[in-house]
């Protein structure tokens, strides 16, 4: 076949924008398929309990509580969640929370339940504050944990782990472009670069169409946590439940409008982490209903 003059495929945009490094491993089908003998290069852990919310969608901070300390446990290794918390930040740090802040928000119980977590490791409570936002004084942050909540976005693709550091840009506007493929830009900030402790992403009740406006079409209750140290592959791994709930919606392949392009290019360009599943081991903690991976 032919390309029409002056049409631009997909692949032709990734090569045009960021440069020929950029393969096709994370693009088609077989991006999403495990094999044998492969190498890990990334952890995620996924913590799920079907009581963490009831019929009405109402979070149990009890619930919630103990599935943080499941995740905390498996992401570290450690023993308990002092423990947990004290191989990824210390009294002396200043923490910055980056919950998602509007349309489809992090669930007040999450930020909650990590801040007292948090204090309960011997965190100082005053030493912790909120970090989502433009006006935040990055400089005097020594820590951040990024507390995303799972959606697709109307913009970006997948609007869940990447995106959350969108206002850091102080142009978000700018990195909505060419299908917003250098998102990942804004996590080698000088501000921002190796500060992320924790990715941990609020997969309680999702979107996986239309976001960032709610549509309760493409909303479920998967009751989960979602976590680890690597952006992407956290990334990857949520984009990998949102096509699946996509599928599953359509029964047929239902792909994200723009496709997710920043998370390649975050992998192969901005080098922020392991992009291709095929490079994670992914941990599963409970519930296993509908897991979508």
């Given at each position: 076949?032919?390309?029409?003059?002056?049409?631009?495929?997909?692949?032709?945009?990734?090569?045009?924008t960021?440069?020929?490094?950029?393969?096709?491993?994370?693009?088609?089908?077989?991006?999403?398929?495990?094999?044998?003998?492969?190498?890990?290069?990334?952890s995620?852990?996924?913590?799920?309990?079907?009581?963490?919310?009831?019929?009405?969608?109402?979070?149990?901070?009890?619930?919630?509580?103990?599935?943080?300390?499941?995740?905390?446990?498996?992401?570290?290794?450690k023993?308990?969640?002092?423990?947990?918390?004290?191989?990824?930040?210390?009294?002396?740090?200043?923490?910055?929370?980056?919950?998602?802040?509007?349309?489809?928000?992090?669930?007040?119980?999450?930020?909650?339940?990590?801040?007292?977590?948090?204090?309960?490791?011997?965190?100082?409570?005053?030493?912790?504050?909120n970090a989502?936002?433009?006006?935040?004084?990055?400089?005097?942050?020594?820590?951040?944990?990024?507390?995303?909540?799972?959606?697709?976005?109307?913009?970006?693709?997948?609007?869940?782990?990447?995106?959350?550091?969108?206002?850091?840009?102080?142009?978000?506007?700018?990195?909505?472009n060419?299908?917003?493929?250098?998102?990942?830009?804004?996590?080698?900030?000088?501000?921002?670069?190796?500060?992320?402790?924790?990715?941990?992403?609020?997969?309680?009740y999702p979107?996986?169409?239309?976001?960032?406006?709610?549509?309760?079409?493409?909303?479920?209750?998967?009751?989960?946590?979602?976590?680890?140290?690597?952006?992407?592959?956290?990334?990857?791994?949520?984009?990998?439940?949102?096509?699946?709930?996509?599928?599953?919606?359509?029964?047929?392949?239902?792909?994200?409008?723009?496709?997710p392009?920043?998370?390649e290019?975050?992998?192969?360009?901005?080098?922020?982490?392991?992009?291709?599943?095929?490079?994670?081991?992914?941990?599963?903690?409970?519930?296993?209903?509908?897991l979508?991976?």
């Amino acid at each position: 076949m032919t390309k029409k003059k002056g049409v631009v495929t997909r692949r032709d945009f990734i090569r045009g924008t960021v440069g020929a490094s950029i393969g096709v491993t994370l693009l088609g089908p077989e991006w999403l398929k495990g094999i044998e003998n492969r190498e890990i290069r990334s952890s995620v852990v996924i913590v799920r309990d079907r009581r963490a919310m009831d019929e009405a969608m109402n979070v149990d901070k009890n619930v919630l509580e103990k599935m943080l300390e499941q995740t905390l446990i498996k992401v570290t290794g450690k023993n308990n969640v002092k423990d947990a918390w004290l191989s990824l930040v210390s009294p002396g740090d200043v923490i910055g929370l980056v919950p998602t802040p509007h349309l489809n928000p992090t669930h007040d119980e999450v930020i909650e339940v990590v801040k007292s977590s948090l204090v309960a490791a011997g965190i100082p409570a005053g030493n912790i504050r909120n970090a989502q936002g433009r006006s935040v004084n990055l400089q005097s942050i020594t820590a951040l944990i990024s507390l995303p909540g799972l959606k697709a976005h109307w913009l970006t693709g997948i609007g869940t782990v990447l995106k959350n550091y969108i206002l850091y840009s102080g142009a978000p506007r700018n990195y909505h472009n060419q299908n917003s493929a250098k998102m990942g830009e804004i996590w080698n900030r000088p501000e921002v670069k190796g500060k992320t402790k924790l990715v941990l992403v609020d997969a309680l009740y999702p979107l996986c169409d239309k976001g960032p406006q709610p549509d309760p079409r493409y909303k479920w209750a998967y009751n989960g946590l979602i976590a680890g140290t690597d952006p992407v592959a956290v990334e990857a791994v949520c984009l990998k439940i949102i096509t699946a709930k996509r599928e599953a919606l359509r029964g047929e392949p239902w792909p994200l409008s723009p496709p997710p392009i920043c998370l390649e290019v975050a992998d192969k360009v901005y080098k922020l982490g392991t992009g291709n599943l095929r490079n994670i081991e992914i941990q599963t903690v409970g519930w296993d209903k509908e897991l979508l991976i």
